[in-house]
């Protein structure tokens, strides 16, 4: 038997399959081959269309078809991007393209809504600002799109959307509603003050389901299309963040998980619902929560981080070079880059920074001492003070990472970039061998109730390298100490 893991970025689809009786990913294919494209019609917008998704999802599940028969599979797992808007008619077509999670276009909206509706209730419910989440990205939808707002039947989350592709039922889950901004954390309940706020019509908002558990099953035409059975769980649904703590065994209290992608993530779970009071970092129900074990995802997301990486890469570095090498370069210069800082916020409107604009940059460059290697290392660098900065506001929340947990994928494939953020977090930095699309594998294999326990579902995740931090580098926390006081500003 085999599970499948889809994973809905908003630079690639990629599609796993999970031998159930090995635990051990046995096929997996990604598309497109270069990124895919994000339509932005104006400074600080970002919009997809989730029917682009959906070949990519299919042109996945066919090319690891050819190596597995479908009819194998018995279980699927879906993990997607956050906080994205996806508007659909009655007839199931999108009304218009998703707002996806890095557009700032509903960030007044939300901030108009927190003083409406009361800073103290907001909190105290939904734990967080109304901010530039999927409910002020509808009322945006509202109030400047009538048209298209009154063709709405559903509104829901990007792997809500690739579901009802494979089901044909719109839903959501419990952990959606909470990214939303429409969950209640006090009642324990939808937030359906928030939704009256907005004018939100309540048939309008899809019934939620658990995360793990069989949410929807196939339909026959997923079965005509893509070979999967008829009656297949789809039992495991969460958001790229969640997903991904769940992908590495991050489960109990104090458990810290982080990516380094597009954006920078460090995902802390707690067991009490707390709130920041100025909404930087943002509180979500955990994927394995319940009213007798309650689990909740302090999320800390910087949107300019591993896009600042890659972005220099495709505008700086202009003779082919890749990854591997930028990371020889970067470790080519000392400590603190010899003085050269970059600010990596260029993606958007930063929550962190109270959801300030403030750009991406460098500062300090001396054109007689710098190079491009000392650029790379302090972008490596700059993109891990942001995540320390970060994680002083989370620890101010009571949660004081003693161990970061991250797949070896991304910005953590940079041992600069690894031993950087070790030293300059004090936290020990461990790597696993699991991705996003495997850890929705075992997710639906949890859920669809075949693997009967946490230590069965995990059995195949390895630890494949450690980083243990360091004293500080002298050079290295002056130069933090100089950016954070930038970044202050």
């Not at 991007?81 to 393209?97: C, I, N, S, T, Y």
């Not at 929807?216 to 991904?244: F, H, K, M």
């Amino acid at each position: 038997m085999k599970s499948l893991g889809i994973d809905i970025g908003s630079s690639s689809i990629k599609v796993s399959l999970l031998d159930i009786g090995t635990n051990e990913c046995v096929a997996s294919a990604t598309n497109p081959s270069a990124e895919m494209p994000i339509d932005a019609l104006r400074s600080g917008w970002a919009e997809q269309d989730p029917e682009m998704w959906w070949r990519y999802v299919c042109d996945g599940i066919r090319q690891v078809s050819s190596l597995y028969p479908m009819s194998e599979v018995a279980c699927i797992g879906i993990t997607y991007q956050m906080h994205g808007l996806v508007a659909l008619a009655e007839d199931g077509r999108p009304v218009r393209k998703s707002i996806i999670w890095c557009d700032s276009r509903a960030v007044e909206i939300g901030a108009a809504a927190l003083e409406d509706i009361g800073r103290d209730r907001c909190l105290a419910h939904v734990l967080n600002s109304p901010g530039n989440f999927t409910a002020s990205k509808l009322e945006w939808v509202k109030l400047n799109e009538p048209g298209n707002f009154s063709r709405i039947y559903k509104f829901m989350l990007p792997g809500d959307y690739i579901a009802y592709r494979l089901s044909g039922v719109m839903n959501t889950t419990v952990s959606g509603l909470s990214e939303q901004i429409l969950w209640d954390f006090k009642e324990n309940r939808r937030a359906d003050f928030i939704a009256e706020y907005y004018g939100i019509p309540r048939d309008m908002i899809p019934e939620a389901v658990a995360s793990m558990g069989t949410g929807a099953v196939t339909d026959r035409n997923t079965a005509e299309l893509l070979g999967i059975p008829e009656g297949t769980p789809v039992s495991y649904r969460a958001g790229d963040q969640p997903n991904n703590a769940f992908s590495l065994n991050v489960l109990d209290a104090g458990e810290v998980a982080a990516t380094g992608g597009t954006s920078g993530v460090v995902y802390g779970v707690v067991d009490t619902p707390e709130a920041d009071p100025e909404s930087r970092v943002n509180t979500f129900v955990h994927v394995n929560h319940s009213a007798a074990a309650p689990r909740y995802g302090i999320l800390l997301c910087i949107n300019g981080t591993g896009i600042m990486n890659s972005w220099i890469r495709r505008n700086v570095m202009q003779c082919g070079m890749g990854y591997a090498e930028m990371n020889n370069a970067a470790a080519s210069v000392p400590a603190g880059s010899d003085g050269l800082l970059a600010i990596p916020f260029g993606n958007g409107a930063e929550r962190v920074l109270g959801n300030r604009c403030p750009g991406a940059g460098f500062i300090g460059i001396d054109f007689n001492r710098h190079t491009s290697s000392h650029m790379l290392r302090a972008v490596q660098e700059g993109i891990a003070f942001s995540f320390r900065y970060g994680i002083d506001i989370m620890r101010g929340l009571g949660l004081n990472p003693d161990v970061i947990r991250a797949g070896k994928a991304n910005m953590f494939l940079s041992p600069v970039f690894c031993r950087t953020l070790a030293d300059i977090t004090g936290s020990r930095v461990e790597l696993f061998n699991t991705d996003g699309s495997l850890g929705a594998a075992r997710g639906a294999v949890l859920g669809a109730g075949i693997y009967k326990s946490r230590e069965e579902a995990f059995s195949g995740l390895h630890c494949v390298e450690a980083i243990s931090p360091e004293k500080t580098d002298s050079a290295l926390a002056e130069a933090y100490s100089r950016w954070r006081d930038i970044v202050k500003k």
